[in-house]
């Protein structure tokens, strides 16, 4: 397991302001033996000239994400992979806590902690949004064995915004998952290059720093019509999993996984935040018309 080699996808858009950061933060790895494979859709800034300073195979490849990943996962030829946006950064020893994770529970694939950051009061509150999430089906599986994702086919292309989900239900119903709860480690070399984005005191765990301080209310809504354009695709496809649909898509699914027990201590701790969470979903929910789907045509 120590020797094995794992391929880390990236796909990338026009990704200038964030793609030396997530391939620096993969070169930080206490673990060494990984590929690194950059999946560019044909970017026109300087997203490539960028890449060129590292020792990582490049190649562009059209349309979505979904058909990105897929084609990078072919490309590979590690026995484990890892799939990441570019603004992404992970934690030094996040690959080797995943492979002693999957070594020591024997389980296929791992969902990964997510901390979202940025300077405005959503970004606060969005991170606490995600900490409900972890492990739900509202999270998808990030790092998994190469041959399982191959026997699934990988992502669907038709599915636009839910591939990671469509994904993680067809993974989660035939191989066993687990979530990575490995506390952090920083080797002191690494600690400034971490903290221009996060105070490492805030990362108590290995986890994917999710960079989304370009991010606001505005932009988050733009972004959510735009992975729900083809919606209904991805719900006629897995009608038989309407309870997890719902649980995704619907206001009454998420107030749920909210208000889970193991969620109450947080929902204490930041009262503020947690209505600003209800505000939030509620005006999303409203403004890109989710309400309308029907979920039992």
Not at 216 to 223: A, C, G, P, V, W
Request: some cysteine.
């Amino acid at each position: 397991m120590n020797n094995c080699l794992v391929s880390i996808i990236i796909s990338t858009k026009n990704e200038e302001n964030n793609i030396y950061n997530c391939l620096k933060s993969i070169k930080n790895q206490t673990y060494k033996n990984i590929e690194i494979i950059v999946i560019d859709n044909y970017s026109t800034d300087k997203t490539k000239s960028i890449c060129s300073r590292f020792k990582i195979k490049f190649y562009e490849k059209g349309n979505e994400r979904s058909e990105q990943r897929n084609y990078g996962v072919y490309l590979s030829k590690g026995e484990f992979i890892l799939y990441l946006d570019a603004d992404m950064i992970i934690t030094p020893n996040l690959v080797y806590s995943c492979l002693q994770k999957i070594k020591n529970e024997d389980v296929d694939g791992l969902y990964i902690k997510e901390r979202i950051i940025g300077k405005n009061f959503f970004n606060e509150v969005r991170n606490l949004e995600r900490e409900f999430y972890e492990g739900t089906k509202i999270d998808a599986i990030r790092f998994l064995k190469k041959k399982l994702f191959l026997q699934l086919k990988g992502f669907d292309k038709k599915i636009i915004g839910q591939e990671d989900w469509d994904f993680s239900i067809r993974f989660c119903n035939k191989f066993k998952h687990s979530l990575l709860k490995e506390k952090i480690k920083v080797n002191k070399k690494f600690k400034n290059f971490y903290e221009k984005y996060e105070k490492l005191k805030k990362l108590e765990y290995e986890c994917i720093i999710h960079n989304e301080s370009n991010i606001n209310l505005r932009e988050h809504i733009k972004k959510k019509i735009y992975y729900l354009k083809n919606i209904n695709t991805y719900i006629d496809k897995n009608k038989k999993y309407s309870s997890i649909i719902k649980e995704q898509l619907s206001i009454s699914g998420r107030l749920r996984i909210l208000f889970d027990n193991k969620n109450i201590k947080k929902i204490i701790l930041n009262p503020i935040k947690f209505i600003f969470i209800l505000l939030f979903k509620c005006y999303i929910f409203y403004k890109s018309k989710i309400y309308k789907i029907n979920f039992f045509k």
